[in-house]
C-alpha cells in the first residue's frame, strides 16, 4: 500500500506492484491466445516506467507525431502508428519512428502511402465496422457520420498494392463479450478482404484487467478467430488495461466554504486540468474512506450516486481552478472536512497524466512511483517555468 506522506501533496503515484500484476495477466492473455498486445500512449505514456513495460511487451501504438518518437526514443522500438490525419509538417518523423502505419481514408494513402511503403512501414487502413456498444456519444469511434475508419461500401474489391493490415477500434473499458459482438460485425462487413492482409490490429478498449474480466472467454475468442484465419497476425492495443487501479492522486484540502446549504470542500487539484474525464465523460473515481451520494442541486448523476443523506458530513469537492463546473459531485465523510485533510482518489493513473493542462496556471501534481520494495520514488516535479515555457 502506497505511503502518500513519502511524497508531496498534490501527487499522481503508481504502485509498482499492482502495475505488474495487471502487466502478467496481460502477457499471460498474449501468450495463451499468440495475440501481440501493445501500450497505447493515449492513455499513458508515462515513460519513466517504460523499463518495467519492456520486460513484458516488446511494441507500443501512437497517434501523433510526438508519440510515435517517444516510442522511438524512450520505449526503445518502433510504433504502430495511426493517425485521422497526417500532414506535410509531421509525416516524415513518423515514418522514421513508425514500423506500422494505419492511414485513416484511402486518400490519405494515396498522399502517404507510396512514401511509407518506400521506407519499409507495413501499412494498413482503418476501416470502420458500423457496431460499437459505446454508450457515451463522446466515446463512440461508430457513431453515425463518425471521421474514424472506411466504410466497406467504400474499399475497392483489391485493396491498393502496398495495403498489408486493417486496424478497428470500436470498444472503450469493454469486456470480451462486446468484443466478441464486434468481432462478428467486423467480420462480416469486412471478411472478404481478409485473404489480402498479412495483420490484423483489434485496437484498444479491452479491459481485460478489471476484476470480473472473462479472459478465458477472450482468449477462447482470439483463439477462434486464429482458426478462421490462421495467417494473420493479430494485435491488440489497450491503453487503461494496463494501468486499471494501479495508483491515486493524493489531494490536500485548503477551504471550506458555504453557499445555500451546500458545502464545498476546496482543494488543491483541479478537476478540470487533472483529472478531466470527470467532466468530459460520466468517470466518477472513488475517493478513500468515503462514499458518493446525490448532489443535493443537481440530483443522481448515475443509478448507484444514490440518495442524498441529510448529514454535516456532506461535501462536494471544488477544484482549485476559476472554471465555474471545477467540481465533482457530493461525498458523505465519517467526520467534518478541515483544512489540511488529504483525500485520495483512486485508480487515477489511466488517462490523467497524458490528458493534464495547465488553465490557470494551475499546478500540476508532482508524480512518484512506490516501488515493489515499498520505497517513494519521485519521478517528476513541476514548478512555473514548466507553465511559462509552454508559452515560449
Avoid at 201 to 225: A, E, F, P, S
Amino acid at each position: 500500500m502506497i505511503d502518500f506522506s513519502k511524497f508531496p501533496n498534490p501527487c499522481y503515484v503508481i504502485e509498482e506492484n499492482r502495475l505488474r500484476k495487471n502487466l502478467e495477466i496481460i502477457k499471460t492473455v498474449a501468450d495463451q491466445a499468440d495475440v501481440e498486445i501493445i501500450l497505447a500512449f493515449k492513455a499513458f505514456a508515462l515513460w519513466k516506467t517504460f523499463p518495467i513495460f519492456r520486460e513484458y511487451i516488446a511494441h507500443t501504438t501512437a497517434s501523433s507525431r510526438d508519440e510515435a518518437t517517444l516510442a522511438y526514443d524512450e520505449f526503445g522500438s518502433k510504433a504502430h502508428t495511426y493517425s485521422p490525419a497526417y500532414d506535410d509538417q509531421n509525416i516524415d518523423e513518423i515514418i522514421r519512428c513508425s514500423s506500422h502505419i494505419s492511414f485513416n481514408s484511402l486518400s490519405q494513402w494515396d498522399r502517404y502511402g507510396a512514401r511509407a511503403s518506400e521506407r519499409g512501414i507495413s501499412c494498413g487502413l482503418r476501416v470502420n465496422p458500423e457496431y460499437s456498444e459505446v454508450e457515451t456519444p463522446l466515446y463512440n469511434p461508430c457513431a453515425p457520420g463518425s471521421r474514424f475508419g472506411i466504410l466497406a461500401k467504400d474499399l475497392p474489391e483489391t485493396l491498393p498494392r502496398g495495403i498489408e493490415g486493417f486496424h478497428c477500434h470500436t470498444l472503450c473499458e469493454s469486456d470480451s463479450y462486446e468484443m466478441e459482438r464486434t468481432l462478428a460485425h467486423l467480420e462480416t462487413h469486412f471478411a472478404p478482404w481478409f485473404a489480402q492482409i498479412k495483420w490484423l490490429n483489434l485496437g484498444g478498449g479491452h479491459l481485460m484487467t478489471k476484476k470480473g474480466y472473462d479472459t478465458t472467454h477472450l482468449i477462447k475468442v482470439l483463439k477462434g478467430l486464429h482458426s478462421r484465419y490462421p495467417h494473420l497476425h493479430i494485435i491488440m492495443e489497450p491503453g487503461s488495461a494496463f494501468t486499471w487501479q494501479t495508483g491515486d492522486l493524493s489531494a490536500q484540502v485548503v477551504d471550506v466554504v458555504e453557499n445555500q446549504g451546500i458545502k464545498t470542500a476546496l482543494l488543491n487539484v483541479s478537476f478540470a486540468c487533472h483529472m478531466p474525464d470527470c467532466l468530459e465523460m460520466p468517470y466518477q473515481p472513488q475517493i478513500t474512506g468515503t462514499r458518493r451520494v446525490a448532489d443535493a442541486l443537481t440530483g443522481p448523476v448515475d443509478e448507484n450516486a444514490g440518495e442524498l443523506i441529510a448529514t454535516a458530513n456532506n461535501y462536494r469537492l471544488g477544484g482549485s481552478s476559476c472554471l465555474s463546473g471545477d467540481y465533482m459531485g457530493m461525498w458523505a465523510f465519517p467526520e467534518p472536512l478541515k483544512i489540511g485533510d488529504t483525500l485520495i482518489f483512486e485508480d487515477m493513473i489511466h488517462y490523467t497524466t497524458v490528458k493534464t493542462h495547465q488553465f490557470n496556471g494551475v499546478s500540476h501534481p508532482a508524480i512518484g512511483l512506490w516501488t515493489a520494495d515499498q520505497k517513494p520514488t519521485l519521478l517528476r516535479t513541476f514548478a512555473y517555468e514548466d507553465y511559462k515555457n509552454r508559452m515560449d
